[in-house]
């Protein structure tokens, strides 16, 4: 019973990571792609060209996205403080 609660307390700590870190990571990824595709049709080898527009498009989303990424992170930290009773009593 103690490891599947504690698998289960991990398991959603992992999705909330995922969910807060995944559109940064997806439009970094494909910003990324797309700079590298550029670079390599013009030949041009600068290392900020490939930094520069990664950073402002991150930006960007984790600034329009940061409301949304804000709720999951405080339903994550209610719903642990919510439980932890709970969870304590099952532990033990």
Do not use: Y
């Amino acid at each position: 019973m103690n490891e599947l609660v504690i698998a289960q307390i991990g398991r959603e700590a992992l999705r909330t990571a995922l969910l807060v870190a995944g559109p940064a990571l997806v439009v970094s990824l494909v910003v990324g792609l797309l700079v590298s595709v550029f670079q390599v049709v013009t030949s041009l080898q600068d290392q900020t060209i490939a930094f520069v527009p990664k950073v402002i498009v991150v930006l960007l989303v984790v600034a329009l996205s940061f409301p949304w990424m804000l709720q999951v992170m405080v339903r994550f930290t209610t719903h642990m403080f919510t439980d932890f009773n709970a969870v304590v009593r099952q532990l033990n």
